[in-house]
């Protein structure tokens, strides 16, 4: 029976198998491997992609660094050149502003300005006259009549931020007037001053005349006039004079019953001139063709361009005019030299005396403690009476001394407070 029953056992366990559950378990192994795989390959490709991302910023953040670096170094380059650019074009300024100024380049920034009158008479011929050295010339219809005058460009530079030159140009007026007046207007204002001499009226005189301009028309300026024709003048009025004798002896008259014209004398015109620069302190130039007045125009206008910029010196015995050599010298040996032609400046003064008295004496202060240095006043006028005077070398050479003349003169240029005394 139990054999049976095993029998059977065996029989439904042969016919209902039971069922195999490994498969099932290796898919869910394999299921779950996946999952770690891809859990895995999402944390490797997350880790890659931070990764990537920093590698970009740091490739972002070097490449940024890189690109200001050499905008920086451009930048720097730029204004660098820049500064350079700069410097050239100051250097350039400065150059063309010296050059502005050379003799020979300070007349063409001048403008002569005619009135209408004059333009209608000179503008030719003191064109061709200008030219020569570059001076403008132009027509000033606001001057009075016979009036010229003048004006200077005045050049400003500056550079601007991109290193351009800016040029700025503005004209300043001159304070000189030349005031052109023909042979006929000038006698006509000389006869006013020779009738008010007298003590009679005049309409008008040349005094009055030269003292309204300066006082209404052109103050705080030079005057200057300038008459043309008075050599003509003086040929027609001698002309008139023998004319009118001529006449009187064909018609038997004797000389003196016809009136004479008003005119004036050679001896007439210098007195007037100088009166009136005593008087007003116009200068006063006679000139005779109109080719004349055109050399002095030119020559005024030279003058006035060169002011500016001469030399002023109060003496003639300058020592940069005492010799053209450019060598630097002791302030020694220049100050000798001043000395020296100091002392020439007095009447019948040579060389060779002004020479021993610097010899003995080199500066003035040496000589004047000198003098302080005597006992009495008669002793320091003859100080310099027994200096030895050399002349000639050889068998020509000769000496003489320096005398009590010139040694008191000296003194008293020296050591004199009054300022009256005359050198005698």
């Known amino acids: 029976m139990a054999v049976l029953l095993d029998s059977d056992n065996n029989s439904d366990s042969e016919s209902n198998p039971l069922p195999d559950f490994s498969c099932v378990f290796d898919v869910a192994s394999s299921k779950s491997s996946d999952r770690h795989g891809c859990l895995q390959n999402s944390r490797e490709k997350a880790i890659n992609l931070t990764k990537r991302k920093r590698n970009m910023v740091v490739d972002h953040e070097r490449t940024t660094a890189k690109m200001d670096r050499k905008l920086q ?15 050239k074009a100051s250097q350039k300024t400065e150059r063309e502003a010296r050059a502005e100024v050379k003799p020979g380049e300070r007349q063409k920034q001048m403008t002569v300005m005619l009135g209408e009158d004059l333009s209608e008479l000179l503008l030719e011929e003191l064109g061709r006259g200008l030219v020569e050295y570059d001076i403008q010339l132009e027509t000033a ?24 030159i800016l040029l700025n140009k503005e004209y300043s007026l001159e304070g000189h007037v030349l005031i052109c007046l023909t042979a006929k207007e000038f006698v006509s204002l000389l006869l006013g001053d020779r009738e008010l001499r007298m003590g009679r009226t005049a309409d008008k005189s040349l005094i009055q005349f030269v003292e309204h301009l300066i006082r209404e028309s052109y103050p705080e300026c030079q005057l200057t006039v300038a008459v043309s024709g008075m050599e003509a003048y003086y040929r027609s ?10 006449q009187q002896v064909r018609d038997g008259i004797t000389t003196g019953t016809h009136s004479q014209p008003q005119s004036v004398s050679k001896t007439d015109v210098q007195e007037g001139l100088v009166n009136v620069q ?8 006679l000139v005779e063709k109109s080719s004349h007045l055109v050399e002095l125009i030119v020559h005024f206008t030279r003058a006035i361009a060169d002011k ?6 109060l003496f003639s015995f ?29 009447t019948n003064v040579s060389s060779q005396v002004a020479a021993a008295i610097v010899t003995e004496y080199p500066t003035p202060s040496s000589l004047y403690k000198a003098y302080q240095s005597c006992t009495n006043v008669k002793e320091a006028e003859l100080l310099l009476q027994n200096i030895t005077v050399r002349r000639g070398v050889g068998v020509t050479a000769s000496s003489r001394r320096v005398g ?4 008191r ?10 300022g009256q005394t005359t050198l005698s």
């Not at 300058?318 to 032609?341: C, G, L, R, Y």
Request: glycine share 2%; charged share 35%; proline share 3%.
């Open 404 to 407: 009590p003349i010139f040694s």
């Open 73 to 87: 170094r451009e930048a720097d380059r730029r204004e660098k050149r820049l500064r350079k650019d700069k410097e």
């Open 308 to 313: 500016p910029y001469k030399k002023t010196s």
């Open 409 to 418: 003169r000296l003194h008293s240029f020296l050591t004199d407070t009054d």
């Open 318 to 346: 300058h020592p940069d005019q005492a010799t053209s050599s450019k060598k630097k010298t002791d302030q020694k040996t220049e100050a000798s030299v001043a000395w020296q032609h100091m002392v020439m400046q007095f």
């Open 237 to 246: 009025i001698k002309t008139k004079h023998n004319r009118q004798f001529k």
């Open 278 to 285: 005593l008087q007003t302190g116009c200068v006063v130039r």
């Open 141 to 164: 219809r606001h001057l009075t009549s016979g009036t010229v005058r003048w004006k200077r460009a005045v050049h400003t530079r500056s550079v601007d931020q991109t290193a351009q």
